[in-house]
């Protein structure tokens, strides 16, 4: 059974128009969630993160958001850029040592 | 420059072969840790160890074996045991006594078994 949630194998956006990745959990113990981003044949690089004590986690045209009531986080990505074209990686945690499950991704593409 | 490397990058074996990768860290992390990926799939966590001479199974950890002698490595066996060992396989550590620090992860090897 998924624990980590992301239904949307794939998201088309128009360069300079936002991008928003959605993320369901089922796991209330769930308090660590992370953002990664994956290009082909490499390794994931992680983005960002936010903790269940905030709703809200910004770094630069990115941004998490998390409703712990919905079970849902969303990662903001404003202005998208062609270079932001990857699979994105919603994972989740009990407390920030916990081992991370992973969604199946959500594959952004950017167009120009 | 501080990473993890993953060698080989390709990788091809006969069916009923065992094979090792190699996953080397210069981050000073603790924790190691082994995913597999398939196509459509999540990273699937198949061993890790948060200790030298220590290490826990996984979700999909059958057909798998791992040793951690020292702290820079992590070498992965993939035994003939594994049923479907063609995939993406992929090395990360962290730091456990950093506050909400992230999995790093090397550049992964793919592995092809015919």
């Known amino acids: 059974d998924q624990q980590v949630k992301q239904n949307s194998p794939s998201l088309s956006v128009q360069e300079g128009r936002i991008s928003i990745l959605n993320c369901d959990y089922t796991?209330?113990?769930?308090?660590?969630f992370l953002w990664y981003k994956k290009y082909p044949a490499e390794g994931p690089t992680f983005l960002i993160s936010?903790?269940?004590?905030?709703d809200k986690n910004e770094d630069g045209r990115f941004t998490v958001f998390l409703n712990k009531s919905a079970k849902h986080l969303s990662l903001h990505i404003v202005p998208s850029q062609p270079g932001d074209s990857a699979v994105y990686f919603c994972?989740?945690?009990?407390?920030?040592?916990?081992?991370?499950?992973f969604g199946k991704g959500t594959k952004l593409s950017v167009k120009p | 420059d501080g990473g993890i490397t993953q060698s080989p990058k390709y990788l091809f074996r006969k069916e009923g072969q065992n094979v090792t990768l190699s996953c080397e860290q210069n981050?000073?992390?603790?924790?190691m840790y082994w995913y597999r990926q398939d196509p459509g799939q999540g990273l699937r966590l198949i061993y890790y160890?948060?200790?030298?001479?220590?290490?826990q199974k996984g979700d999909i950890a059958e057909g798998y074996s791992v040793s951690r002698e020292k702290k820079e490595s992590f070498p992965l066996t993939v035994t003939s045991a594994q049923k479907n060992p063609t995939a993406f396989y992929l090395c990360?550590?962290?730091?456990?006594?950093?506050?909400?620090?992230?999995?790093?992860f090397g550049n992964g090897t793919r592995l092809t078994v015919t």
């Open positions: 990360a550590s962290r730091d456990l006594l950093g506050f909400n620090s992230p999995l790093h």
């Open positions: 796991n209330s113990m769930f308090d660590y």
């Open positions: 936010i903790s269940s004590i905030k």
């Open positions: 994972a989740a945690s009990e407390g920030s040592q916990g081992n991370l499950i």
């Open positions: 981050l000073n992390h603790d924790a």
């Open positions: 160890s948060q200790i030298v001479n220590d290490f």
